[in-house]
């Protein structure tokens, strides 16, 4: 009989775990693009400066809870190992990759239409006027540290250069540079003038780490 009341709890305890709701998962905007810059090209305060203009914007929208990085490699530093693991999501709820890996990967989900700003608005791509698509990346498709990033983002320097990504994926040729969202071409200087010649308004990434 001891046993076979053993045995009856055990199952109760089964069956209401079994019951208990799963972890909600959490999908709170941890991804958004840039609505302004710092305003002065490349130069962005290097990372700490970039990273306080992701916090900030954050903040704003009611978002700065969370610890947000931008998107940005330098000589000694990865982009990739400054955002988390993920999953990241938009303003709207909408998954934009659930890991590294697949951020890096062809079934990341940035496009024009998920590459919102922190308050949800869409950034103008190619074909709109002015075209900004261009965002400050300085890093390679891997996520790794490209050779070009205004001299780590401290730099607005006419004859300097970053490596930018098309938040769009579209570009003046059908190739995988033109589709990359985080490594297509360097820009034209890194002064606040010389950005918008080639696509851009010194917009990046922002994601939150945790």
Request: charged share 20%; aromatic share 6%.
């Amino acid at each position: 009989m001891k046993t076979l009341f053993v045995s009856s709890l055990a199952g109760v305890a089964v069956m209401a775990a079994m019951a208990l709701p799963a972890a909600a998962q959490d999908m709170s905007v941890s991804f958004f693009v840039t609505s302004q810059g710092p305003g002065d090209g490349g130069n962005l305060g290097g990372l700490e400066g970039a990273d306080a203009q992701c916090q900030k914007l954050a903040a704003a929208v009611g978002a700065g809870g969370k610890t947000w990085h931008a998107y940005l490699s330098t000589s000694s530093v990865n982009a990739r190992d400054r955002i988390g693991n993920g999953p990241w999501y938009n303003v709207k709820g909408e998954l934009i990759a659930a890991s590294l890996d697949e951020l890096h990967g062809d079934s990341n989900k940035i496009s024009k239409q998920t590459a919102l700003t922190e308050s949800g608005q869409m950034i103008n791509g190619r074909g709109d006027k002015p075209n900004m698509h261009d965002m400050l990346t300085g890093s390679n498709a891997d996520g790794t540290a490209a050779d070009k990033t205004c001299s780590d983002w401290t730099s607005n320097a006419a004859d300097d250069a970053a490596i930018v990504g098309h938040h769009d994926r579209k570009g003046l040729r059908d190739d995988a540079p033109s589709k990359s969202w985080n490594s297509s071409h360097a820009t034209r200087g890194c002064g606040k003038d010389d950005l918008p010649k080639t696509g851009g308004n010194g917009f990046f990434y922002c994601f939150a780490v945790k």
